[in-house]
């Protein structure tokens, strides 16, 4: 694809406060179009990175910056930083494969359709994209610098792990320490923002962000012979993003209406939710920082509208959700014939001989 191709591809819509926070969002957003995703392919690895002083190597990254859609300052430091631009094409692919597979069953299935609009709104939706994005975002940092992919940072220093005999053992942390303060000076968090939707954007963002601290482990390895343990070295280790997915998942299940409230004790306002019983004597009954929250009700993602397509024409199980994402309309029954291998055998040496059986598969769809 042309170069001028790409930058009109990731142009969106003017956004409201916090622009660093939303043109991230937006951008991980846009990865379908930009990637041809189709949620179904593994996370692209990259090389590791020649020497910042080889021109060849320097011009391409400065390109690639320029390309993604990002604020002003997001572009300066993605231009310092060698190896984050190929680390943000990363995180891109990495939360929307997993919004639109967290999704595939609901209504709205994180669909690129309508999300500029989305996005304008503060929604339950809102809420878990802009909760997905940091997430994948502070992931994928913290996986670049074990794995030797970005200049300015290695594997994780922290004090309490011998990780210099971790490295002689050709082991490396993933550096969620520096992951997590170099994205708060990327998105722009310095100061909270004074209305309502900033603050829920920012709280949600920050979400996303502890639902990865929440799956980093220590994980130890024993050396020795016959395997005795006469030397361990243990480091921090994240938890496959899915795991992730899945906490941030349940915590859109939960999700929390906002409103804002003065707390007299402060002096300013804050998140206020209704639906969190407090045991706090002062104060408003605030929602906790793992809760995503949001301040307008959803639309049914039932009919098509300016925030997705509707359901017509999905896939759907009978048993599962077919009422549910028709939205009462009823749904179409199809039978296919689906080829699989079948019958498969190991043959010396080393592969696997198979044939292809073919079989009916019955197909629902949602009605229009």
């Known amino acids: 694809m ?49 020497p910042s002083t080889n021109p060849t190597h320097w011009k391409a990254h400065l390109k690639q910056c320029d390309l993604l859609r990002l ?60 909760a997905v994005s940091s997430a994948a975002l502070t992931h994928s940092l913290a996986r670049a610098c074990s794995a030797g992919r970005m200049e300015r940072c290695t594997c994780d220093d922290s004090p309490d792990l011998e990780n210099r005999k971790a490295w002689q053992w050709g082991v490396c942390g993933d550096n969620l320490k520096y992951s997590t303060r170099f994205l708060k000076n990327f998105l722009g968090q310095k100061k909270v923002g004074k209305d309502l939707r900033a603050k829920v954007d920012i709280h949600n963002t920050n979400v996303g962000i502890k639902a990865v601290k929440n799956g980093l482990k220590t994980t130890c390895k024993c050396h020795g012979v016959s395997g005795s343990c006469a030397v361990r070295t243990c480091w921090k280790q994240l938890s496959p993003f899915h795991e992730t997915g899945n906490l941030l998942k349940l915590r859109y299940d939960g999700a929390l ?16 939710s209704p639906q969190h019983h407090s045991h706090l004597a002062k104060g408003p009954p605030a929602p906790r920082a793992t809760d995503l929250v949001y301040i307008e009700d959803s639309p049914s993602f039932c009919r098509p509208s300016r925030y997705s397509v509707g359901t017509a024409g999905r896939t759907c199980s009978r048993e599962a959700n077919c009422d549910s994402m028709c939205c009462g309309r009823g749904y179409n029954i199809q039978t296919r014939m689906v080829t699989f291998s079948c019958h498969c055998q190991v043959q010396w040496c080393c592969y696997v001989e198979c044939q292809q059986c073919m079989q009916e598969e019955v197909v629902y769809s949602c009605k229009q």
């Open 2 to 50: 042309h170069p001028s191709r790409e930058r009109a591809l990731l142009l969106p819509p003017p956004l409201r406060v916090p622009l660093a926070a939303a043109a991230w969002c937006l951008l991980l957003l846009q990865a379908d179009a930009y990637f041809g995703l189709t949620g179904k392919e593994p996370l692209t690895q990259f090389p590791l990175l020649g």
């Open 71 to 130: 604020s002003r300052k997001q572009k300066r430091l993605c231009r310092r930083e060698p190896g984050l631009a190929e680390t943000l094409r990363d995180a891109i692919r990495l939360g929307v494969v997993e919004c639109q597979y967290q999704f595939r069953n609901e209504r709205w299935n994180c669909s690129l359709d309508g999300r500029a609009d989305l996005l304008k709104r503060g929604f339950k939706e809102t809420a878990f994209l802009y």
């Open 257 to 272: 209406k906002v409103f804002s409230a003065t707390n007299d004790a402060m002096g300013h306002s804050e998140l206020a």
